[in-house]
């Protein structure tokens, strides 16, 4: 039987006890203030994101992983023993992590190392990674795990609710007229992921009670079975996450919720106070 190897983007926002338990790799997605390089959740936690967002008054970059980085994880996950890897990347649609990881299985061993693209980000993205880890645990196969990955995340939907525009604004999303109206308004983007990968603005609501609302109407509507796995996200807003985490208990109270950090690379974009939900169906694939 062979050994599969799990590795996964950063921005997957996996908790360490599940990185550990099931043996997940991270590839480590980095955000640039200026000159000084960070790795996503390595080098920088959510509360020094906001530290340093607050010293710069220009928005900080964000990278998929320098390639020999990419090189020398699958070459040390190979060695210890692997005789296959499932690299499941952020969307392709989002960062360029997916291409380089192609490029970097080439360099590699092609033929035992496969890129698969979530389409996806933050906790359906990880939670995909746990489920495909839990897998080969078990003794699946690389075609096996492939074909589960497929359904889950055709099954995946994330979307967030937007509280600052500042980040926005400072990425020329929007103009500074537009961010200062919208602040004045309290305009909400609520912003979702996409079939294809790609992340869009759906709706606009008046203040964030409303933006919680619709994410919470989102996740009644689903109307999801105990086969699915839910993660809250937010961006250094724990008392909105909370709230959104209490009412899903009381809606789902059979499912495995989690609470956790969103991404910084997200963050980027989305900007402080952002929340955000995500779901996955993990269970029953075949």
Known sequence: MKKVAIITDSTGCVRQQDLAE??????????????????????????KFVKLSHEHEELPTTSQAAPGQTVELYEQVLADGYDEIIHITVASKL?????????????????????FDSKTIAYPQGAMAVAA?????????????????EAMRDSSHLSAAIYHLTNLRK?????????????????????QIQPDGSLEAVE????????????????KAANLTEAY???????????????????MEKLYPNLNIQLLPLSLVVAVHAGQGAVGIGWVKTKSLN
Do not use: W
């Not at 796995?229 to 009412?247: D, Q, R, T, V």
């Open 229 to 247: 796995e839910i993660g809250i996200l937010h961006m250094e807003n724990k008392e909105g996450a909370e709230l959104i985490y209490n009412e």
């Open 133 to 149: 880890a839990k897998k080969a645990h078990q003794g699946a196969n690389t075609a096996e795990i492939i074909k589960d990955l």
């Open 204 to 219: 606009k609501v008046r203040t964030f009670k409303k933006a919680i609302a619709s994410l919470l109407e989102q996740a």
């Open 171 to 191: 990425g020329g999303r929007l103009s500074n007229v537009e961010a200062s109206l919208g602040s004045l308004l309290q305009i909400k983007p609520i912003v």
């Open 95 to 115: 960062s360029g992590s997916y291409q380089s990881a192609v490029s970097c299985a080439t360099m590699v061993d092609e033929k035992r190392i496969h890129i």
């Open 22 to 47: 099931f043996n997940v790799s991270i590839n480590h997605l980095v955000i640039i203030f200026k000159e000084k390089v960070y790795q996503e959740f390595k080098d920088i936690n959510p509360e």
